[in-house]
């Protein structure tokens, strides 16, 4: 069973940054597609920001620029950097992992991590 474990939320002012870590228990990243979800009070759940295993990344409109999305296939580790964080930032951000298992689309989530952007 593959675990997602995120880290890195907090409180932090409008302006400031974060960086937000997803540790897999296990070495998945190398062949899943992953990415980083949020979720305001509210609201449904949203795309951040993902890498396919071929590295391509894709973002959110309204947050290219702000945040950048990394992995390091051999920590099993993938990153967010968040800069110049808006309140409309706040919401708690979700690591997930896809990936195909015996002609199955296994899909991992992590518990989450909140971030809290202060104005």
């Known amino acids: 069973q593959v675990q997602l474990v995120e880290s890195g939320g907090g409180l932090v002012q409008a302006g400031g940054s974060l960086r937000l870590s997803c540790a897999a228990s296990?070495?998945?990243?190398?062949?899943?597609?992953v990415g980083w979800y949020r979720q305001a009070p509210g609201k449904q759940r949203e795309l951040v920001a993902a890498?396919?295993?071929?590295?391509?990344?894709n973002y959110a409109d309204s947050l290219k620029g702000r945040f950048t999305i990394s992995k390091d296939s051999a920590e099993n580790t993938l990153y967010l950097q968040m800069n110049s964080l808006k309140p409309e930032d706040t919401a708690v951000y979700y690591c997930?992992?896809?990936?195909?298992?015996?002609?199955?689309?296994?899909?991992?989530w992590g518990q989450g991590t909140q971030v809290t952007v202060s104005s």
């Open positions: 997930n992992a896809r990936f195909t298992l015996l002609a199955k689309v296994v899909d991992v």
């Open positions: 296990r070495s998945i990243f190398r062949i899943s597609d």
């Open positions: 890498i396919t295993r071929g590295g391509t990344t």
